[in-house]
Antibody, heavy 119, light 106 residues
């Protein structure tokens, strides 16, 4: 069973860069798509972007100018960088893996990491 | 961008059937996936590709999709089914979530 675990600072100052890492265990990071999704307090889910194990990426158009998702196959990890953060970026950030059938859905999720943007 | 509409909330009596809808333009032409999220927890996939249940999801959960509406059906609703439910599709190379429905079991 694949397990995902987010890690990174829980507090980021406005205008700085948010950085999170997702460690994948119980399976290889190779051969799949790996996504970041966030959920603002009391609100719904927002997809941020994905990285394919070969390095291809795709981002939510609303965040594209500020987001980078990358992976480190040697560590079985993938990461999120979100630049120029504001209070609106305060959210629980989840990492998730794409399901194995042809359609695009998320079969495994991390437990989530709360990131607060505040000075 | 593609938008999907879900009712903000839905109440169902214990043991009755809950039907949670997800509306979108010709959503019947897309694969719809459903997630259950309980307070303080990560979402859990309960239905994928319109009507398929992942391993470990009770048979009480089923899904359908046609025209402009996809539906998640929970038969014989239990107190443990109280949660937020989100629909999700893949549209023009992006992932789109519905706004979510809070299900209350009375």
């Amino acid at each position: 069973q694949v397990q995902l675990q987010e890690s990174g600072p829980g507090l980021v100052k406005p205008s700085e860069t948010l950085s999170l890492t997702c460690t994948v265990s119980g399976g290889s990071i190779s051969g799949s798509y790996w996504s970041w999704i966030r959920q603002t307090p009391g609100k719904g889910l927002e997809w941020i972007g994905y990285v394919y194990y070969r390095g291809n990426t795709n981002y939510n158009p609303s965040l594209r100018s500020r987001v980078t998702v990358s992976l480190d196959t040697s560590k079985n990890q993938f990461s999120l960088r979100l630049t120029s953060v504001t209070a609106a970026d305060t959210a629980v950030y989840y990492c998730a893996s794409r399901g194995k059938t042809g359609s695009y859905y998320f079969d495994y999720w991390g437990q989530g990491a709360l990131v607060t943007v505040s000075s | 961008s593609y938008e999907m509409t879900q009712p903000l909330s839905l109440s169902v009596a214990l043991g009755q059937t809950a039907r949670i809808t997800c509306g979108g333009d010709n959503i019947g032409g897309k694969d719809v996936h459903w997630y259950q999220q309980k307070p303080g927890q990560a979402p859990v996939l309960v239905i994928y590709s319109d009507s398929n249940r992942p391993s470990g999801i009770p048979e009480r959960f089923s899904g359908s999709n046609s025209g402009n509406t996809a539906t998640l059906t929970i038969s014989s609703a239990q107190v443990g089914d109280e949660a937020d439910y989100y629909c999700q599709v893949w549209h023009t190379s992006t992932v789109v979530f519905g706004g979510g429905t809070k299900l209350t079991v009375l």
